[in-house]
């Protein structure tokens, strides 16, 4: 266990971790996935779980669309927008299963959350990291549950209110309790299991932030390049590891959840459509869960990309620093009063922002900050050596890709005008045709 102001590239005790076991960190994770009936530990769970997905994802979702809604209703009972609400859950649920069986398939629950790298790293980031396991599915639920309950006082009330009558069981009340239950149910599993994916996803990207953070402190004492350079290289493999098992997911996310809000637009926006709060409530409830996982991942596909290119910026910062130390402690000794008293008087002294009044916000930390880097940090290293690791940094940046695109904030600007594009030209044709 090293002090906090060791840096990690002096590790010479890793922290040992045994195999998983039901006393680890992912014990009581391991816990809630087998709650939510995703947990494919072994053969029994495994089997449950797609008996699960099978029936609430699939088998559900096509019992409700084609026996239980009525299609002779009421103006304020009709669901003239169910096939795409269904369709729109089951295929992102889908996608979201399948990738996540698959990684826990592959690598297995602990190797996909890189918990059997943690040895490597500093104190620092084991806890953050551990903490913030312990918080992914409180944030899960916070996502999760808002829309549930709207979703669930519109299916109480639609099945209440004596629409329908389902007499599969003999007793019609019996019937539309245990109908609307299963609906409730289909609905809870597919948004959980893919925000759960979005939510993994997301707490991978934080390790790599904090593995960032604590990189960052190699500009801040005195550090050999070679060393610099292996710590880098290990982040930018662990970065494409991540790009490598996620860029299916992210990419097809991002088309199911484009052609589902385009036909939501289309269907909403045409001449014939009725659009109330009980015929497209339950369309926008869908969409809003969609778009809200969708941009869990891309913002922390950006941030991490930010984070990661934000190291170009403090190498050249310490590459500057360094630089004019030299020149002023090789010019220490000439007459230099007179330029040296101009100088201050146009630019004042800079400090390291401590007693700035100005606030800054939480943007500021490790890797993007306005902070001097003293000289203790590079007094043994040469110009050559520093030029050599700015030029790598800005010839090898790192960050999360999907298919050799980077996802930074360049790229969310391209989509973004993009999606809009094809809204304004869907608009032309539908609510523009009609005037």
């Not at 007179?338 to 401590?354: C, K, L, R």
């Amino acid at each position: 266990m090293r002090d906090e102001g060791e840096p990690f590239l002096n590790r010479n005790k890793p922290f040992k971790r045994s195999d998983s076991h039901s006393q680890d960190e992912l014990h009581s994770f391991r816990s809630w996935l087998r709650w939510l009936c995703v947990d494919q530990s072994n053969a029994w769970t495994a089997c449950l779980s797609w008996s699960m997905f099978i029936l609430l994802a699939i088998v559900v979702p096509c019992l409700s669309h084609f026996v239980v809604a009525c299609s002779d209703c009421d103006s304020k009972h009709s669901r003239p927008f169910d096939s795409v609400v269904q369709l729109s859950l089951s295929s992102v649920a889908t996608l979201s299963f399948v990738c996540l069986s698959g990684f826990v398939k592959k690598y297995g629950l602990r190797r996909f959350l890189f918990f059997d790298k943690l040895c490597d790293e500093s104190e620092t980031v084991r806890k953050g990291y551990t903490e913030q396991l312990n918080r992914s599915l409180k944030i899960l639920f916070i996502f999760v549950l808002p829309c549930f309950t709207a979703e669930s006082a519109y299916k109480i009330w639609w099945y209440s209110s004596g629409v329908t009558r389902v007499p599969f069981l003999g007793n019609v009340y019996v019937s539309d309790i245990v109908a609307c239950i299963l609906e409730l149910c289909s609905w809870f599993y597919r948004t959980v299991v893919f925000f759960l994916v979005c939510i993994l996803f997301r707490l991978i990207c934080y390790l790599q932030i904090l593995r960032l953070q604590d990189f960052a402190q190699v500009f801040q004492v005195e550090s050999d390049v070679e060393s610099v350079l292996r710590e880098h290289l290990r982040i930018r493999r662990h970065l494409r590891i991540i790009s490598h098992r996620y860029r299916v997911f992210i990419l097809w996310a991002l088309i199911f959840i484009t052609a589902s809000q385009f036909t939501s637009l289309l269907m909403t926006t045409r001449s014939s459509a009725e659009v109330n709060i009980f015929k497209a409530g339950e369309l926008a409830l869908c969409s809003i869960s969609l778009l809200v996982g969708l941009m869990i991942l891309l913002r922390s596909a950006t941030r991490i990309t930010h984070k990661a290119q934000a190291v170009t910026c403090l190498a050249a910062k310490w590459h500057v620093c360094a630089t004019i130390d030299s020149f002023d402690a090789a010019e220490s000794e000439t007459p230099i009063t007179q330029v040296a008293s101009i100088s201050n008087q146009a630019y004042p002294e800079i400090t390291d922002g401590s007693s700035d009044g100005d606030d800054v916000g939480d943007e500021e930390d490790e890797l993007d900050n306005s902070k001097i880097i003293p000289s203790y940090a590079y007094s043994t290293i040469s110009f050559q050596k520093r030029q050599a690791l700015v030029t790598y940094f800005e010839n090898n940046r790192a960050g999360i890709t999907v298919y050799g695109f980077m996802l930074d904030r360049t790229s969310l600007h391209t989509i973004f005008g993009i999606e809009l594009s094809l809204v304004l030209w869907l608009l032309g044709k539908t609510i523009g045709g009609i005037s």
